[in-house]
């Protein structure tokens, strides 16, 4: 289900005009384009903009009053479906068939290190290993993770996932989890091992940081 049928109806036309009016509208072009009042466009926007979904700027103008423009921010983009795991279950299947299981680990242990490498100046603002265990959860579950962190029975530090964001492609090949084993050391610096994995039945993913966290 996308997220955007979580939106209200009017909620829905008013980011579905923006998307088709990529350069942004102003509010009298929204209420014009809806047949809303510009009070209900305001709020709507002002809802929206809370969310992140909206995002503004002054439109230039050549002689007159210069007014604002409302256009869909990032986020308020990804509102809109988008078959990322369709896309990414083609790609696999074309590297899995061209590609050796030693060149595929490679390949794998390359883009978790290249996702790691996205949130590097985060890790680095963290200075305890507290933190930076915390850190690596949130950025966790803003990519779909649904990740905390916890100590085991012998204290070692485990990062527990609830969701697999992978799931399809770790089902067709569990080599895939390779992946999230990469993302993790790379993270933390340090080696991580994959106590309890969901494609394998188990309730959630474990993660043992195996050693101090740096």
């Known amino acids: 289900m996308s997220a955007l049928s979580f939106l209200g109806q009017s909620q829905q036309s008013l980011v579905t005009a923006l998307l088709h009016h990529r350069s942004g509208l102003t509010v009298d072009e929204l209420s014009q384009l809806l047949c809303i009042s510009r009070n209900a466009v305001n709020q709507h ?21 210069p ?16 078959r990322y795991s369709f896309i990414a279950k083609l790609l696999f299947t074309w590297v899995d068939k061209n590609l050796g299981e030693q ?19 985060r890790m680095a603002n963290q200075l305890s ?23 085991s029975s012998d204290q070692h ?20 989890c390779a992946l999230d084993l990469s993302f993790l050391a790379a993270l933390l610096k340090t080696d991580i091992q994959h106590k309890e994995c969901i494609v394998k039945k188990g309730n959630y993913c474990c993660f043992t940081v195996a050693t101090q966290v740096g």
């Open 157 to 176: 530090d485990e990062i527990i996932a609830n969701n697999c964001i992978f799931h399809k492609l770790a089902e067709a090949q569990q080599g895939f």
């Open 45 to 65: 926007l002002s809802s929206l903009g809370s969310s992140g979904f909206i995002q503004s700027a002054m439109q230039e103008s050549t002689g007159g009053r």
């Open 67 to 82: 007014s604002r423009i409302y256009s869909l921010s990032p986020s308020g983009l990804e509102l809109f479906q988008r």
């Open 129 to 151: 290993p507290t933190d930076k265990l915390r850190e690596v959860a949130a950025i966790m579950s803003e990519l779909g993770y649904d990740a905390s962190v916890r100590k």
């Open 103 to 121: 060149e595929l680990q490679a390949c794998l242990q390359s883009l978790g290190e290249q996702m790691a490498g996205e949130f590097e100046n």
